[in-house]
């Protein structure tokens, strides 16, 4: 998976997709996840970046990063590769 | 790192923004996290009594029946409020209710026994109802409680017991009359408008089988307007005046039956119900202006009935819940699925319930479908609801859910949970025990067993 | 005939037996039949003295004079004096027999005369009869030979003591006595003078017989003579060459008279008991010497002198504080204390003329009589209402608006029926906090109840009035809505009684009828700062159980005490009564139309009127769960010893109370009648009513040591 180069991504938590002319807001761990898709880091590294510092188990983290990335998908903020 | 210095979480969370007109949820709902009842905190009641849990506030009863006297008292000399079992029955409420002072107003045999083993006299207990069966009005006359006619049938019916038993029911007559709004129950009692109720009421003295007490009506259900109960008192106390005068039998009270909405928002309702919900004061002032507007004399004013239910009793409780999971829908809606269903939250038929998160959030929302457990596609409890992003496990608060669900949920898929009460001291009780298999099984038999 | 003969006879011996009661103001005929055999004791005095007395009574029922009087006694013990007397100074011969047919009716036309004449003043005439007949007969006597003189008594009599060998006789003698101090021996012998014998013995069964009627008039007798026995010792009294033998029991009657019984008795009358000896002192020393001069005796002169002297001076009064007059006389100054104290709360509600409380629901005091901010001096009784929830707040939210309080804008409603005599409008509610002192009251009605008697309601909403001045209201009728004008921050309502019908003018006691405080029903009581009240809500089904008319007929029957009956009667001073002729047991009520109560009960204690009587003592016919209290009067004390002790204390102290509790539940009265010695219950009952088919079904009884029912069959 990796983010198209083109979204811009604010600090705050803004997303502007140059494609589609969509805006969008992310939550904190939002941003986290994005910029470590990004940096093209494969899942398992995110699970367990995130159940390192946040109070969530393996499984359910993995199940809710899904659901994200196939709203990204939907939102056609993916590359297909 | 260990769990206590790890942040809460909560998931990520992607939302389009759009410049468009305001969804189907309205306003901004500015939630507030509700971490406790009363003083009990949400998790201590899960963890004891488990989820989902029905929570009543003895405290909020009493200041609702309190408060609901005092604006009715100060305004008329007469007044009795008599509880209305059909809203809610369990004994710990009804109990209640009539500590405070309350009769009772049932509509079944079912209900008038419960009145009965709370404790409640037979000359104050208020019998209403289309389907009173001939041992019901039996027990009724026998204990001197007050019957209201619905019909013809019942009428001739009475009659016949009241030679049987040689004892002179005490009656008044359902009226249904138009009171300028949309709801006009005429499947109930005589009409006023087409003098069927008179007749009645001119039938009822020339038997002379009867003691005449009183008139009753019930002009609907969460009436929003407090005028509608103004025109009802005026044409109730009119008619009462001519009963006095043509008849020469004295009106002794007039049942103004209940109807008070609360605070729940109606489906079809933009605005929320706590915006629009007249006040008992409203309601108040609507009836006793009415009923001083009829010729009578001071010291002959009827004493004022009201069997308000719902306006005492919904915002005393609320209903806990947890979130089973969570999916999108084919379009990319999110779904949230709770444990408490329409098989135990009957009124969600009619109402967009308020939901408030049980836990701490953020300030990030997410528009979703609130579903419950039951594999049927009506369970639903919220179309749309904008709330915080819930996880696995986290629980809701569902509120304004005192009235009719105890009385009218299903053991349908689930077995129905503990009901509990928080004490005025903030001690917990239980007013009803969860149903298991044997609550169940203990009521059925198979031709098997018989072998 | 024969049973209006019977009856004839009866009034007529009640006549003589209560003329001798009478002369310790007594009612009872058994005290009366036992003074009779005292003065019996000499026979000769004492047969003239019962002559004189039948033939002053006879004459009288014969004149038709006021049969009542003459029943009660009043016309014969002026008689009986007489009478003895005549037959202690005379021989016995046909003289003195002329002499006293003719002294009798002298006596009657004295007596009918001075009834009269001092009756228009209010005032009784004693023994005035008695000493100017008494002086004619001396005056007459004296010129007559066979006249032994005044103090030569019992010439030729003997006492019946000495007849036989009655081994009796030395009890006559002063030595037999000698075992008492001095002063009991002149004390228990000024008892006999009355009878004029000078012995101790009479002296000590006249004592005796007076304990047992009445503990009060014994303590006062003998404060009485004691006080005059040392004050005639401190002044030297024997330089007047007068025994104290002579007019001893002036101060013994004086002080009985005085002390208790035209007199409720309390610390002052006892004090002016005191005080009156020395008065009495100058009186009898004074006419002794101006009588002498005729060899005439002052005898009871100084008793009936300072007597109606002082009750004269008392009902001339402009306020009736202590000492009180008593106005009806029960059967001896204990009761009539007992009643009086019991009585001057009880009957608060038919005296006063009976007003309500002026609005609808729940209200709270938050300022009473005597208030600490306003109610002050001429304003100082009066009322200030609000309206609390259950956390003692008077609004609700913030109370930053007006219309957060709960008290604004509710109806305020006529406290009883009247006329509307005033109403002030125009002025506009203040500010939260703000005052209006330039119109004090705000907008306020003023109604005429009665003459002297109107209520005021302040700071009501300006243009909310309904009533207009004039016209005719009925008790609970709408006036205007609560408001906040006038002298006054928060929203509160102003209420007060007055006797002008000017707003503002003076204030006075005046008590609420009935209301609801707490669950507890008050009875002509004034509202204290705190209490939550609200108006009783009347019970028709309640009072329906009372409805007892003159001439109905009861019959009643328990296992304890049988089957009685009884009937509804009504008496001479319009009040009514059940009667249980089994019994002969007296049960006095009142049905106003709001409350059942019972006003006395007389006669015997083993009876099912009198559980009736205890059980529902006071019924107020009020809707909903109440409890009411009210107190049983002192003559109900059961143990002997302790109504003994606290006849003698009473005018000082009580330590028995005896209370009654009812309260209505679930359709039944549960009343108790608790008797408490010093703060100890010595006696517990319970009680049961039960009503059916709009009548009184029965009445279970439960003592400390048994139960049983009593049933009403109707």
């Not at chain 3, 002499?99 to 209010?122: G, K, P, Q, T, Y």
């Amino acid at each position: 998976m990796k983010i198209n180069a083109n979204i811009a991504i604010s600090q705050s938590g803004y997303i502007f997709n140059p494609q589609t002319g969509e805006s969008f807001s992310l939550n904190p761990i939002g941003v986290e996840v994005i910029r470590m898709l990004q940096e093209e880091k494969p899942k398992e590294t995110i699970v367990a970046s995130i159940v390192d510092r946040y109070d969530v188990t393996a499984s359910a983290f993995a199940c809710d990063l899904d659901d994200f990335v196939s709203l990204l998908k939907q939102y056609e903020m993916l590359t297909d590769e | 790192m260990d769990s206590s210095k790890k942040i809460r979480y909560e998931r990520p969370l992607i939302k389009p923004i759009n410049a468009m007109m305001p969804g189907k949820t309205g306003k901004d709902t500015y939630l507030v996290p509700v971490l406790d009842v009363d003083g009990v905190p949400v998790s201590a009641l899960v963890e004891k009594y488990g989820s989902p849990l029905f929570v009543f506030s003895e405290r909020k009863q009493r200041e609702n029946i309190q408060r609901a006297k005092r604006s009715f008292t100060t305004r008329y000399p007469k007044v009795h409020f008599a509880w209305s079992y059909k809203t809610n029955y369990l004994d710990g409420i009804c109990k209640i209710f009539h500590e405070e002072g309350s009769w009772a107003e049932v509509v079944s045999g079912f209900e008038y026994d419960k009145a009965i083993r709370n404790g409640v006299s037979g000359n104050h207990i208020i019998f209403n109802g289309p389907a009173k069966t001939k041992d019901d009005l039996k027990k009724a006359i026998t204990n001197g409680s007050f019957i209201h006619i619905d019909n013809m049938d019942e009428l001739y019916l009475l009659s016949d017991l009241s030679d049987e038993l040689s004892i002179k029911p005490k009656v008044a007559v359902r009226v249904n009359l138009d009171t300028e709004i949309n709801q006009i129950w005429d499947r109930f009692g005589f009409n006023y408008e087409n003098g069927q109720a008179w007749d009645v009421l001119c039938k009822i003295v020339r038997m002379d089988k009867f003691e005449l007490k009183g008139l009753h009506c019930h002009i609907g259900t969460f009436i929003l307007t407090a005028h509608a109960y103004a025109v009802a008192a005026e044409k109730m106390a009119n008619l009462a005046c001519n009963v006095k005068q043509k008849l020469g039998v004295n009106i002794e009270y007039l049942d103004m039956g209940g109807g008070f909405a609360s605070k729940n928002t109606l489906k079809a309702s933009y605005l929320g119900g706590a915006d629009v919900c007249p006040s008992f004061d409203e309601y108040a002032e609507a009836i006793s202006t009415a009923i001083y507007k009829a010729p009578f004399k001071t010291s002959d004013l009827p004493v004022l009935i009201l069997e308000t239910g719902r306006a005492l009793i919904d915002d005393a409780a609320c209903l806990i819940s947890t979130v089973l999971s969570n999916k999108r829908s084919s379009s990319g809606r999110r779904f949230t699925i709770i444990d408490a269903g329409v098989n135990m939250l009957f009124t969600s038929f009619w109402y967009d319930h308020k939901v408030s998160p049980a836990q701490p959030f953020s300030k990030y929302y997410e528009d979703v479908t609130l579903y419950g457990p039951l594999c049927m596609n009506i369970d639903v409890i919220r179309e749309f609801v904008s709330l915080p992003l819930l996880n696995r496990g986290d629980h809701l608060v569902i509120h304004n859910v005192g009235a009719y669900n105890v009385s009218q949920w299903m053991q349908f898929i689930t077995l129905r949970p503990y009901v509990v009460q928080v004490s005025r001291e903030g001690k917990v009780s239980v007013l009803r025990k969860r149903e298991t298999i044997e609550t169940i099984v203990n009521q059925e038999s198979s031709t098997t067993d018989n072998l | 005939m024969n049973e209006e003969i019977k009856v004839e006879l009866k009034s007529f011996v009640k006549s003589i037996l209560l003329s001798y009661a009478g002369i310790f103001f007594s009612k009872s005929q058994w005290f009366g039949l036992f003074l009779l055999l005292v003065s019996m004791i000499y026979p000769v005095a004492g047969l003239c003295g019962l002559l004189c007395c039948m033939f002053v009574n006879a004459l009288a029922f014969s004149l038709s004079l006021n049969r009542e009087k003459v029943v009660s006694g009043m016309y014969g013990f002026n008689a009986v004096f007489t009478g003895i007397a005549l037959g202690s100074f005379f021989p016995y011969n046909s003289n003195m027999i002329a002499f006293l047919f003719a002294v009798s009716i002298l006596v009657l036309f004295l007596e009918v005369w001075m009834d009269d004449v001092f009756e228009r003043r209010n005032v009784p005439f004693l023994a005035f009869p008695f000493l100017i007949c008494l002086w004619c007969v001396l005056l007459v006597a004296q010129q007559s030979d066979d006249f032994t003189g005044f103090t030569g008594l019992m010439g030729g009599d003997r006492s019946i003591l000495q007849l036989g060998d009655l081994s009796l006789a030395p009890l006559l003698e002063d030595g037999f006595w000698s075992f008492l101090p001095t002063v009991f021996v002149e004390y228990f012998k000024s008892f006999s003078f009355i009878f004029f014998q000078t012995n101790v013995m009479a002296g000590v069964c006249i004592a005796l017989a007076l304990l047992f009627y009445s503990r009060i008039a014994f303590s006062l007798s003998l404060i009485g003579f004691i006080g005059g026995y040392y004050l005639y010792d401190f002044i030297g009294g024997e330089i007047y060459h007068l025994p104290i033998l002579y007019f001893g029991f002036n101060f013994i009657l004086t002080s009985i008279a005085v002390g208790g019984y035209f007199i409720i008795p309390s610390r002052n009358s006892y004090l002016w008991t005191l005080l009156l000896i020395p008065v009495q002192f100058m009186v009898i020393l004074a006419s002794s010497r101006l009588l002498s001069y005729v060899y005439l005796p002052t005898f009871s002169l100084s008793f009936c002198m300072v007597s109606v002297l002082f009750l004269y001076l008392l009902r001339r009064r402009k306020s009736f504080t202590s000492p009180v007059l008593a106005y009806y006389m029960e059967d001896n100054p204990e009761a009539t204390l007992y009643y009086y104290e019991l009585n001057k709360n009880r009957m608060a509600t038919l005296n006063y003329l009976k007003i309500y409380l002026p609005f609808m629901g729940v209200w709270k005091v938050s300022q009473g009589h005597d208030g600490q901010y306003t109610h002050k001096k001429a304003w100082k009784q009066a009322w200030d209402f609000v309206v609390e929830d259950s956390d003692n707040r008077q609004f609700s939210g913030d109370g930053t608006h007006l219309s957060d309080y709960y008290c604004y804008m509710k109806p305020v409603i006529a406290p009883a029926d009247g006329t509307v005599e005033a109403v002030f409008d125009g002025v506009d509610d203040n500010e939260l906090g703000a005052i209006n002192d330039k119109q004090n009251w705000g907008n306020y009605v003023v109604i005429k109840h009665a003459d002297g008697v109107y209520s005021a309601l302040c700071h009501l909403q300006k243009d909310s009035f309904k009533c207009r001045v004039g016209q005719k209201l009925e008790r609970g009728e709408f006036l205007a809505l609560c408001g906040n004008s006038g002298h006054s921050p928060y929203p509160h309502l102003h209420f007060q009684i007055q006797t002008q019908p000017e707003m503002g003018t003076q204030t006075m006691d005046f008590p609420i009828a009935t209301y609801l405080a707490a669950g507890e029903v008050k009875v002509g009581t004034c509202p204290q700062e705190g209490e939550s009240i609200s108006n009783v809500e009347s019970n028709a089904q309640l009072s329906s159980y009372y409805q007892f008319e003159v001439g109905d007929e009861l019959v009643v029957t328990s296992e304890k005490y049988g089957e009685e009956r009884w009937t509804v009667c009504r008496d001479i001073y319009n009040y009514t009564y059940i009667y249980c002729a089994n019994k002969k047991a007296y049960a006095w009520f009142e049905n106003d139309g709001s409350m059942f109560y019972f006003l006395k009960y007389k006669g015997t204690k083993s009876c099912n009127l009198y559980h009736f009587f205890c059980s529902n003592y006071k019924v107020p016919f009020v809707a909903g769960v109440w409890f009411v209290k009210d107190a049983f009067p002192l003559v109900h004390q059961q143990n002997g010893w302790v109504k003994f002790l606290q006849d003698i204390v009473a005018p000082f102290f009580s330590f028995v109370k005896i209370e009654y509790k009812a309260s209505l539940e679930k359709g039944e009265l549960r009343s108790t009648y608790t008797d408490k010695v010093s703060g100890r219950v010595v006696e517990n009952v319970q009680y049961e009513t039960s009503y059916s088919k709009n009548r009184l079904a029965f009445v279970s009884v439960k003592t400390r040591k048994q139960s049983w029912k009593i049933l009403f069959i109707k």
